[in-house]
C-alpha cells in the first residue's frame, strides 16, 4: 500500500533501510513545513487548538 502512495507521488521506494530512514526523515520534514506554513500561520486553527 505504501508503495504505491509514493509511486503516485513520485517517489521510488528505497532499496535499503538506511535510504528507507532517509526518505521518512525527508517526507517528515515537509510534513511539519506544511503544519507550520498552513496550520500554526492560520488564526482559525489557532483560535479551535486553544479554545
Given at each position: 500500500m505504501s508503495a504505491v502512495l509514493l509511486?503516485?507521488?513520485?517517489i521510488a521506494w528505497p532499496p535499503t533501510w538506511?535510504?528507507?530512514l532517509?526518505?521518512?526523515?525527508?517526507?517528515?520534514?515537509r510534513v511539519g513545513v506544511y503544519l507550520v506554513l498552513?496550520?500554526?500561520?492560520?488564526?482559525a486553527w489557532?483560535?479551535?487548538a486553544f479554545c
Amino acid at each position: 500500500m505504501s508503495a504505491v502512495l509514493l509511486s503516485r507521488a513520485g517517489i521510488a521506494w528505497p532499496p535499503t533501510w538506511a535510504d528507507a530512514l532517509q526518505l521518512g526523515e525527508f517526507l517528515s520534514y515537509r510534513v511539519g513545513v506544511y503544519l507550520v506554513l498552513n496550520v500554526v500561520e492560520d488564526p482559525a486553527w489557532l483560535a479551535w487548538a486553544f479554545c
